[in-house]
């Protein structure tokens, strides 16, 4: 089975445009993460949600991000408008919630560089 | 509230030399424990966990850990480094009863030296 995909791999950009980031999980995974890894805060938990549905977007830094989960076999994160502070590693991840043991499956992640 | 702390950000050793990195958690549950690894350029992929079974987990490419409920903690070790181990690790603290959300450490960069 093919590994949770993101796209794009990289993506540049300058301030105030809209990015989109993709995701499509493990076929099966019922649970997806969006993660934001930086060098100062580490990796942070973004948003997750359960059977489509945001469980958590409590980590979602202020309303310029947005994440959406239309089916089960893909998710957008959505920045709008862009600042340079959002330049970062951006990592979906997916997980099987009946009888999981928190083992999650991320992506190679998509690389944003905001100008 | 759960948390983990990985002591230093950097180890260097040299190849066939003991990898030792540590991790401290905080739990108010029985925890589940993970250490992830990141190769360059990559995302995380799952090394080991632990998951309340035996405290000592062996892991892919030799490495292990020891979970020690009286130190709160679950340092990765393997007996002898190689180069393809250089990469950076993250230790992650979960909880049981289905997938929840997982908190991650600042990660500890692991540099061979030959």
């Known amino acids: ?115 | 509230a759960q948390s983990v702390t990985q002591l230093g950000s950097h180890v260097s050793v040299s190849e066939g030399a003991l990898v030792l990195l540590r991790c401290n958690y905080s739990s108010s549950v029985p925890p589940y424990l993970f250490w992830y690894v990141q190769y360059p350029n990559q995302g995380l992929q799952l090394l080991l966990k632990y998951t309340s079974a035996a405290t000592l987990v062996k892991g892919i490419n030799g490495f292990e850990a020891e979970f020690k409920k009286s130190e709160t903690s679950f340092h990765l070790t393997k007996p002898s480094a190689h180069m393809s181990d250089a990469a950076e690790y993250f230790c992650a603290v979960g909880r049981p009863g289905g997938a929840q959300k997982l908190v991650f450490g600042q990660g500890t960069r692991l540099t061979i030296n030959p």
């Open chain 1, 1 to 115: 089975d093919a590994g949770v995909i993101q796209s794009p791999r990289h993506e540049v950009t300058e301030m105030g445009q809209e990015v989109t980031l993709r995701c499509k999980p493990i076929s099966g995974h019922d649970y997806l993460f969006w993660y934001r890894q930086t060098m100062m805060r580490g990796l942070e938990l973004l948003i997750y949600f359960n059977n489509n549905v945001p469980i958590d977007d409590s980590g979602m830094p202020e309303d310029r991000f947005s994440a959406k989960m239309p089916n089960a076999s893909f998710s957008t994160l959505k920045i709008q408008p862009s600042e340079p502070r959002d330049s970062a590693v951006y990592f979906c991840a997916s997980t099987q919630g009946v009888a999981n043991t928190g083992e999650l499956f991320f992506g190679e992640g998509s690389r944003l560089t905001v100008l």
